[in-house]
Structure formats: structure tokens, C-alpha cells
């Protein structure tokens, strides 16, 4: 089979090349990681990112014929010839197809990705119902492979101020969890011109997401969750009711009134 | 109020929902249209004045210029953001647009208020 290869070694290239090589496959090679092995046993210089080999840890994601993709749930007799395989895009590259992800995790850590509550902790775990709980799928499965955020041109020129499809969808995950007490400052920490709105709904996430989720319906209901946080607010104002964080008393003459 | 959305303190969420109101304006505008040409008919000059006629219809059309054009000035702005990162060349750039769409709007308006009707 024949591959076209991205190489890039920053201490011996000085520029990156593409690497033309054909692979003797063997029955057993059925995915796109088992090519990339046969290769590494050919040329033990290139380089690839991978553990699991089954799509759970998002390691082996990378740009497979123009379409990000993770290499092991990959099938072979998908791809047309010569398969051609970069890094992901947006990313800067250590070596070969492995991609420094420090800006995706820091955009994914600044949306704090944890549950955030000031209660009391339980003697077992915190309950749900089984309509909250049902709120959560499509989001808690992603394994952050990044294929979603560096195939969004947003964040190719925006990375250090775009979240990206990833982060985003994780913001919505603990902002649509019932559990977590911390939703008006997830909202308020999204709120800028660049962090959530740089999204103009082209999904590429969407169609690329090795999971099969959604990140743009995720970013879209952040959008509306903040629209009916203020039509919620303008409802409490108008019937009279003390607006959110003001509960127990009034405000007269700045003076708080029980 | 939801019409803090459109303050400063919403510095994000204003400009989106701007465009998405604007291209709803101009949504319903342009079925009104295909509504109004389809009961008109027009088939000549004075058949299109005619259409235009009516002072209603043309401040409508104006507020339909005036949505479209704010909601390509946010979209260039966007697009100028994203791919023109040295601040001067972004700043005439944006100016020349800014020229563009004032221009654009002043001879919507002269064309719909300024002709002898």
C-alpha cells in the first residue's frame, strides 16, 4: 500500500518533506495504526503518537487524506491510495505526525473542566436524575483528541483566544450538569468576542469528530442558555421578584432591607 | 432586561445576536418582497415604481439595507480580525470598509427617499 508521509525532524530537517514510501501489509493489518507500525518497523525515525489502538485515548489523531481522523479506528480498505498522512493542522509540530497540544489543553483547562460544587460532599456520590443525567450524553464521551479543534479554521487563527469545539463542548458539560453550582460563571468566563463567538457554525468539528458528537450543538446551546438566562432575569425584573444574588431582602437607598 | 444582551457587558454575545437578528429582518423582508412582486407584477419601469410607491414599504427597505449592511460590516470585521493580524493594514482595511458601507447606505437612502416619485 502505498502512503505519502509528513516528516519533520526539527534537529536534522530545515524544513519539513513529504516522504513517499509503499508498505507490504500482512492479513492481520486491518487499521490505519497497523500501517503506521509496519512503518516504524521499516524506519525507526518516524514518528507517531499512540496507546490504546482503539479509540478510547484520542493519542493517534492526525490529518488522513485532508480529513482529521484517529489512525486505529481507521480502516485500510477506506482509504484511497497513496494514502497521504500530516499532523493536524493548527498545531505546532514536535516530529513527524506528533503535534505539540500544550495551546488545545490550555484552552480546554481554562474553561475549568471539573465540577464545581460548594456543598457539603454527600457520604456516597452526588444524585442525579435519570432526565439530568441524560443531559450529559453526547458530551462526557469526548476523549480529546483534538481532531475537532484543529480542524476549526477559528482556531487555526485564533488559538490562543478561540476555545475551540473541544473546550466549548466541555464548558457545556458542566454547564448543562444539575450537579455543578458554578453555571452563571461558566457563562460569564465564555463571554467575549473571541472565546465562544468566534464560532461561525461551519462544522468541521462536527464532521470530523471521531466519536460521532456534536461540539457545534453544544456550542449553539451555550448561545441559547445565555439568551434565556436573560429573559429569565428580565421575567424576575418585571415580577418583582429579588434578581439572582440579591435573595432576602431588597435594596433601598443601597441600604439591604430583610 | 435582554436588552443587556446588547450592552457592553456583552461584548460577545451583542455582535452575534445583531447578525442573527439582522439576517432575520432580512429574512422576512425578502418573503415579503417575493409576496409583494408576486401580487404586483411588476413588468416595466413604471410597474417597479410602483411597487416602491408606498412610504411604509420603502422604510421598510431601508430597514432592510440598513440590517444588511450592519450585518456584513460584523461579518468583514470578523473576517479582518481573524486574518489580518498587523494592526495598521487591519486599520485602513477596516476604514475602506467602513467608506464602503456608509456609501453603500447613503445611496440606498437617496435612491429610496431622494427620487421624485
Request: charged share 25%; proline share 6%.
Amino acid at each position: 500500500m502505498k502512503f505519502s508521509l509528513y516528516r519533520f525532524n526539527p534537529d536534522v530537517d530545515k524544513k519539513p518533506y513529504m516522504q513517499d514510501i509503499e508498505v507490504v501489509l500482512e492479513d492481520s493489518d486491518v487499521m490505519l495504526l497497523d500501517a503506521l507500525l509496519r512503518i516504524k518497523e521499516m524506519d525507526d525515525s518516524f514518528s507517531v503518537r499512540k496507546s490504546c489502538r482503539e479509540g478510547v485515548c484520542g493519542s493517534d489523531a492526525m490529518n488522513i487524506n485532508g480529513k482529521n481522523g484517529l489512525a486505529c479506528i481507521t480502516k485500510l480498505s477506506d482509504l484511497q491510495e497513496p494514502v497521504v498522512l500530516r499532523p493536524m493542522p493548527g498545531l505546532p509540530v514536535i516530529r513527524d505526525l506528533v503535534v505539540d497540544m500544550t495551546q488545545f489543553f490550555d484552552n480546554y483547562h481554562s474553561v475549568m473542566p471539573y465540577l464545581q460544587n460548594h456543598d457539603t460532599p454527600p457520604e456516597t456520590e452526588r444524585l442525579q436524575s435519570p432526565e439530568d443525567r441524560a443531559k450529559l450524553d453526547g458530551l462526557y464521551e469526548c476523549i480529546l483528541c483534538g481532531a475537532c479543534t484543529t480542524s476549526c479554521p477559528s482556531f487555526w487563527w485564533n488559538p490562543d483566544k478561540f476555545v475551540g469545539p473541544a473546550g466549548l463542548m466541555q464548558a457545556y458539560r458542566f454547564i448543562a450538569d444539575s450537579r455543578d453550582q458554578e453555571q452563571d460563571a461558566r457563562l460569564e468566563n465564555l463571554e467575549d468576542p473571541y472565546r465562544l463567538y468566534r464560532c461561525h457554525n461551519i462544522m468541521n468539528c462536527t464532521d470530523v469528530c471521531p466519536k460521532k458528537l456534536n461540539p457545534n450543538a453544544a456550542i449553539a446551546a451555550i448561545k441559547d442558555l445565555k439568551i434565556e438566562k436573560a429573559k429569565e432575569k428580565h421575567q424576575d425584573g418585571q415580577s418583582g421578584d429579588n434578581p439572582p444574588g440579591n435573595r432576602g431582602g431588597k435594596k433601598i437607598f443601597g441600604i439591604k432591607v430583610i | 432586561m435582554w436588552f443587556e444582551l446588547f450592552t457592553a457587558r456583552y461584548p460577545g454575545m451583542r455582535r452575534w445576536l445583531t447578525q442573527r437578528l439582522c439576517a432575520l429582518t432580512m429574512a422576512i423582508y425578502m418573503l415579503l418582497f417575493l409576496l409583494r412582486v408576486c401580487w404586483l407584477s411588476p413588468s416595466d419601469f413604471s410597474g417597479w415604481q410602483a411597487l416602491f410607491m408606498p412610504w411604509w414599504w420603502r422604510v421598510l427597505t431601508g430597514w432592510f439595507f440598513i440590517c444588511m449592511l450592519l450585518h456584513a460590516w460584523l461579518g468583514v470585521r470578523d473576517v479582518l480580525r481573524d486574518y489580518v493580524p498587523h494592526l495598521t493594514l487591519r486599520a485602513m482595511l477596516q476604514w475602506l470598509v467602513d467608506i464602503t458601507v456608509i456609501g453603500n447606505l447613503l445611496a440606498a437612502g437617496l435612491i429610496l427617499f431622494g427620487l421624485n416619485f
